[in-house]
């Protein structure tokens, strides 16, 4: 099975080769799961695990540079880089390389944060089970430029921006919204809205850095701020019909694409 990485990039330069490597350390092979067919348990065999890690840096240059030197070091085959000159945010940028991903299994992780060797082993096993599926996970929470570093990590409850689903399931709900911040909880709230099955999985598989510049803790677009205050209103006048906003974001995901530049052929040498 072969999954597609969603990463954006902004000002991660000094965390984003520890993201990376975390996911070139991931276990390749799977073990055979057990599933439940009714009354019946169905044993499936293992295959191997293959991922494309698709990064879009965001209109910061300081980012780009590092990561272009990450590719000149290590020659990932599996590491593909886009290049938007404009600031357009997260969420334009995440729609953006889910309609050039390859696969049919979406990934969603942030660039500050670490994943464990095994969590696409699990997000594999999760996969699975159900063709109408999203799943979150748990993390640690931890302050500091490594996390080899810290001594001291929180239980993070799973973050709505760290997450797995099918690519169909993705387009069919519309991607996110063009917003500055909130878009993923958005998001989840359209996903329970087509009755999608979503799992809140247990297993601590990720390293969730406090860093005082992502979107949860700046002041532009932190959980204080009034844009963020603004979307919440939003999100809860739209729960009572979310029809609406799908057909509108699914235009956005198609319309945004031509964008961006893939900097990796051959603007990285």
Same mark, same amino acid.
């Given at each position: 099975?072969?999954?597609?990485?969603?990463?954006?990039?902004?000002?991660?330069?000094?965390?984003?080769?520890?993201?990376?490597?975390?996911?070139?350390?991931?276990?390749?092979?799977?073990?055979?799961?057990?599933?439940?067919?009714?009354?019946?348990?169905?044993?499936?065999?293992?295959?191997?695990?293959?991922?494309?890690?698709?990064?879009?840096?965001?209109?910061?240059?300081?980012?780009?540079?590092?990561?272009?030197?990450?590719?000149?070091?290590?020659?990932?085959?599996?590491?593909?880089?886009?290049?938007?000159?404009?600031?357009? !945010?997260?969420?334009?940028?995440?729609?953006?390389?889910?309609?050039?991903?390859?696969?049919?299994?979406?990934?969603?992780?942030?660039?500050?944060?670490?994943?464990?060797?095994?969590?696409?082993?699990?997000?594999?096993?999760?996969?699975? $089970?159900?063709?109408?599926?999203?799943?979150?996970?748990?993390?640690? !929470?931890?302050? #500091?430029?490594?996390?080899?570093?810290?001594?001291?990590?929180?239980?993070?409850?799973? #973050?709505?921006?760290?997450?797995?689903?099918?690519?169909?399931?993705?387009?069919?709900? #519309?991607?996110?919204?063009?917003?500055?911040?909130?878009?993923?909880?958005?998001?989840?709230?359209?996903?329970?809205?087509?009755?999608?099955?979503?799992?809140?999985?247990?297993?601590?598989?990720?390293?969730?850095?406090?860093?005082?510049?992502?979107?949860?803790?700046?002041?532009?677009?932190?959980?204080?701020?009034?844009?963020? $205050?603004?979307?919440?209103?939003?999100?809860?006048?739209?729960?009572?019909?979310?029809?609406?906003?799908?057909?509108?974001?699914?235009?956005?995901?198609?319309?945004?694409?031509?964008?961006?530049?893939?900097?990796?052929?051959?603007?990285?040498?």
């Amino acid at each position: 099975m072969k999954f597609s990485i969603i990463t954006t990039a902004y000002k991660t330069a000094q965390y984003i080769e520890e993201y990376i490597l975390s996911v070139r350390d991931q276990i390749r092979t799977t073990r055979a799961i057990e599933i439940r067919n009714g009354k019946k348990m169905i044993k499936l065999p293992p295959e191997p695990i293959e991922f494309e890690l698709l990064l879009g840096i965001d209109g910061c240059l300081a980012t780009l540079n590092k990561v272009k030197e990450i590719q000149q070091k290590y020659r990932f085959e599996w590491l593909v880089v886009y290049w938007s000159a404009k600031n357009v !945010g997260t969420y334009v940028l995440r729609n953006t390389l889910a309609t050039l991903s390859t696969t049919k299994h979406l990934v969603f992780f942030d660039s500050d944060d670490i994943m464990t060797p095994f969590y696409l082993q699990r997000v594999y096993e999760e996969s699975r $089970k159900s063709m109408s599926l999203v799943v979150y996970y748990f993390g640690h !929470g931890f302050n #500091g430029k490594f996390v080899k570093d810290s001594k001291n990590f929180k239980l993070q409850p799973s #973050g709505h921006g760290t997450f797995y689903c099918r690519k169909s399931i993705f387009m069919h709900i #519309g991607g996110f919204k063009s917003w500055r911040c909130a878009a993923d909880t958005d998001f989840l709230q359209r996903v329970k809205a087509t009755r999608s099955r979503i799992s809140f999985h247990r297993h601590v598989l990720y390293y969730r850095r406090m860093n005082p510049t992502s979107l949860t803790n700046c002041r532009e677009f932190g959980m204080n701020s009034a844009i963020r $205050k603004s979307y919440n209103r939003h999100m809860f006048n739209a729960r009572r019909d979310p029809t609406p906003i799908i057909k509108m974001v699914k235009t956005e995901v198609e319309a945004i694409q031509i964008q961006l530049k893939d900097t990796t052929k051959p603007q990285i040498t």
